[in-house]
């Protein structure tokens, strides 16, 4: 079973550069997540998903765009990288949103990014 | 907002019992999970409350309390492979709303366990 799958697992970029995370998953789930975590702050939401076609902010969104064009996948875009993006991120589904143990996540693998 | 309280790191043997504390403040609590990530991995699902008590889950059980913003995860048994981070996330709802399972996570608490 593949789950959530999530490519690259390490990247570096140059600051002023642009790229995409991937992530899939083959679960039918409807809600999507991109989290990212940092040393001592715990994972932050970046932006999430509840169906296809539909995106939403969520605690540190400044500076990534996001895309749910098909219902497996959730795109993360950087346009300007900067320092400050350097994380590990984490591509998530749950199955609903409603609560209970429906909405626990289902986490991808992770990608290391490292801003220059 | 929210807030949430876990120690930062805890040590214990193999074969023992571990207590792992989380306290939060929030409005709207509408439920909270256990999730444990080793080093280099993705986090995975261990445990969720929405109501006072105790979930019991083989070694792992987990308990709330409501009124006191409290929370425990209780590890039995331990063994080597437990050593992880234990990541604390409540999820709370607006008024008319849902979160959308928008958690917020604490910071984790780092286990290691020694022989």
């Known amino acids: 079973n593949a789950g959530v799958t999530q490519t690259p697992k390490f990247r570096v970029l140059k600051t002023g550069q642009s790229m995409t995370l991937l992530c899939a998953q083959d679960?039918?789930?409807?809600?999507m997540y991109w989290y990212r975590q940092d040393p001592g702050m715990g994972l932050r939401l970046i932006h999430y998903?509840?169906?296809?076609?539909?995106?939403a902010k969520g605690e540190v969104p400044d500076g990534y765009n996001v895309s749910r064009l098909k219902k497996q996948n959730f795109l993360l875009g950087l346009e300007s990288a900067a320092p400050s993006q350097t994380s590990v991120y984490f591509c998530?589904?749950?199955?609903?949103?409603?609560?209970?143990?429906?909405?626990?996540?289902?986490f991808g693998s992770g990608t290391q990014l490292s801003v220059l | 907002g929210q807030n949430i309280d876990q120690p930062t790191e805890m040590t214990a043997t193999e074969g023992a019992i571990v207590q792992i504390n989380c306290t939060y403040q929030t409005s709207g609590f509408n439920g909270l999970f256990w999730y444990q990530q080793h080093a280099g991995e993705a986090p995975t699902f261990l445990s969720y409350n929405v109501l006072d008590g105790l979930e019991e889950k083989g070694r792992f059980s987990s308990f709330l309390s409501r009124s006191k913003g409290y929370s425990y995860l209780l590890l039995k048994e331990l063994q080597m492979k437990d050593s992880a981070s234990y990541l604390c996330a409540v999820r709370a709802v607006n008024a008319g709303g849902t979160s959308y399972g928008k958690l917020t996570f604490g910071q984790g608490t780092i286990l290691t366990v020694h022989p």
């Open positions: 998530a589904s749950s199955q609903t949103g409603g609560g209970g143990t429906n909405e626990k996540l289902f």
């Open positions: 998903s509840v169906g296809e076609g539909t995106t």
């Open positions: 679960m039918n789930h409807e809600y």
